[in-house]
């Protein structure tokens, strides 16, 4: 409702068709929460490696990239195309309010073959912030450029009018160091803030700052707690050598229908079925209290399904497995979830 109050885009800056090939929505590395070397140009390419093994989309540079030359940069981003791969970089907002400053700053990015900006620091929502992001959708889409904003207000369906708003934060995310409490957290963002728009809450940590979540939370976090620029807060490293690599690579940053289903409480537990395609994913994240639950698969369509599911190990670690017999919508599944725990299935059409 809030994205539809927006209006329509302008079809002289995005035309049906072809001319908004460049709008490109997808998942994102990420070198920032889970460390991963220095900001060189070599580690940089490893990160740009691995998100091409993984078939992710993009991939974020923070601030480090003002240090380096053009020619790397554009060394950068050859390397990343030649992988599928799109590079974005990040920028403070205090440099881009001058027009002038902000011309030449997307002109360079466009020069450059930059994919995307990561435009950081708005902080409140005076009449001069809220304009600036107008003026930066605008003329980042002049220049087929694509946007994140951090450190942001909530969405107010602004990504009708200007689709090259992939996402925004305006979240306490992955970044929040200092939550303890992080399960109840994941539970109430999703009929919270999420209500609003997606929020870059850069999902997916298998370390300390997971806090009181298990692994196979955080997996089915990056379904729940979606984004149209998926940004993965974990090493890619860690990604591709997690035994749950395979359901992680397959699920995607946008969806064609999303179910809340019957379990749903409030800080307590989200249950989402969501649908890719003929493809559907089941994603479970529990609160602070174990509990099992029967969840019908109603949403299923017609056919049988072949279903690869992540569930919690004793030990807070998850394992991936794969079901022999086929399901259909008239069955349903019984998931015993730890204090924190998470579930993830996948249904595959036969």
């Not at 001069?128 to 002049?142: F, G, M, P, R, V």
């Not at 850069?202 to 806090?211: H, K, N």
Request: with cysteine; net charge neutral; aromatic share 10%.
């Amino acid at each position: 409702m809030v994205h539809n109050l927006c209006p329509p885009p302008d079809r002289k800056l995005f035309p049906k068709g072809l001319n908004t090939a460049w709008i490109k929505p997808g998942r994102a590395v990420w070198k920032y929460l889970d460390g991963g070397g220095d900001g060189s140009l070599a580690t940089m390419k490893e990160f740009t490696r691995l998100a091409g093994e993984l078939g992710f989309e993009h991939h974020i540079l923070e601030g480090f990239w003002s240090r380096w030359s053009d020619a790397d940069i554009k060394e950068l981003v050859s390397y990343a195309k030649q992988r599928h791969v799109g590079i974005w970089v990040w920028k403070h907002s205090k440099s881009l309010r001058d027009t002038k400053d902000r011309h030449e700053f997307l002109q360079r990015c466009h020069d450059l073959g930059i994919t995307g900006a990561k435009i950081d620091f708005f902080d409140h929502e005076a009449k001069e912030t809220i304009d600036l992001y107008q003026s930066l959708l605008k003329e980042a889409a002049e220049q087929k450029l694509l946007l994140d904003f951090h450190g942001a207000n909530k969405p107010t369906g602004e990504a009708r009018t200007w689709p090259n708003e992939l996402t925004r934060e305006a979240v306490k995310g992955m970044e929040a160091s200092k939550l303890a409490d992080r399960a109840t957290h994941g539970t109430t963002l999703p009929f919270t803030r999420l209500l609003a728009g997606p929020a870059e809450y850069t999902p997916m940590l298998f370390g300390e700052r997971r806090a009181n979540t298990t692994w196979a939370h955080q997996i089915a976090s990056a379904a729940i707690l979606s984004a149209p620029l998926l940004t993965y807060a974990a090493n890619p490293s860690k990604l591709v050598t997690n035994p749950c690599v395979e359901m992680i690579m397959s699920i995607p940053a946008v969806w064609d229908e999303t179910i809340v289903l019957a379990p749903s409480e409030i800080g307590e537990i989200a249950v989402f079925a969501r649908r890719s395609g003929s493809m559907w994913f089941l994603a479970v994240m529990n609160g602070t209290t174990a509990r099992r639950v029967q969840i019908p698969l109603s949403f299923l369509g017609k056919g049988d399904y072949l279903t690869n599911l992540v569930r919690d190990n004793q030990d807070g670690t998850a394992g991936e497995t794969y079901l022999d017999a086929p399901f259909r919508s008239r069955n349903s599944l019984t998931v015993n979830l730890h204090a924190g725990g998470g579930f993830l299935a996948r249904f595959t059409k036969l």
